[in-house]
C-alpha cells in the first residue's frame, strides 16, 4: 500500500500562483498513475489532473486546462501541481491520489491509494 503526503497549500490572492507538491511512498511512479483531485466545500470530490508515473503522459479537466500542470519526478518519487492564475472557484482541499495502472482517470473510485489532502485557498 503506498502512503502518499502532500504539501504546499495555503492562502493566495486571485491571480497567483501556487504549487501543491505530493510525495510518494511505498514504491517508485512507473508502475502507477497519479491524481490530483480537489473538493469545494460542499461539493463531490473532483479530478482535475492526472499523470502516468511511466512516460509522463498527463490529463487535465477543462476547467484547469491552461492554468494548471501535473509533473513527476521519478527520482524523488515526488509529483507536482502547478497553479497559475488561481481563483476563488479552485478553492477547496487539494488531494493527491495513486493506482496501479497504465492509463489516466478522473474518477475517485479508480484510485485506492489517497493522502490527507491540502487547503487552497483563493480569496482577496
Known amino acids: 500500500q503506498l502512503q502518499l503526503v502532500e504539501s504546499g497549500g495555503g492562502l493566495v490572492q486571485p491571480g497567483e500562483s501556487l504549487n501543491v507538491s505530493c510525495e510518494v511512498h511505498?514504491?517508485?511512479?512507473?508502475?502507477?498513475?497519479i491524481g490530483w483531485f480537489r473538493q469545494a466545500p460542499g461539493k463531490e470530490r473532483e479530478g482535475i489532473s492526472c499523470i502516468i508515473g511511466s512516460d509522463g503522459r498527463t490529463t487535465y479537466a477543462d476547467s484547469v486546462k491552461g492554468r494548471f500542470t501535473i509533473s513527476r519526478d521519478r527520482g524523488t518519487n515526488m509529483v507536482y501541481l502547478l497553479m497559475h492564475n488561481l481563483q476563488p472557484e479552485d478553492t477547496g482541499v487539494y488531494y493527491c491520489?495513486?493506482?496501479?495502472?497504465?492509463?489516466?482517470?478522473?474518477?475517485?473510485?479508480?484510485?485506492?491509494?489517497w493522502g490527507h489532502g491540502v487547503q487552497v485557498t483563493v480569496s482577496s
Open positions: 491520489a495513486a493506482e496501479s495502472r497504465w492509463y489516466c482517470s478522473s474518477y475517485v473510485d479508480n484510485f485506492g491509494s
Open positions: 511505498g514504491s517508485g511512479l512507473d508502475y502507477y498513475v
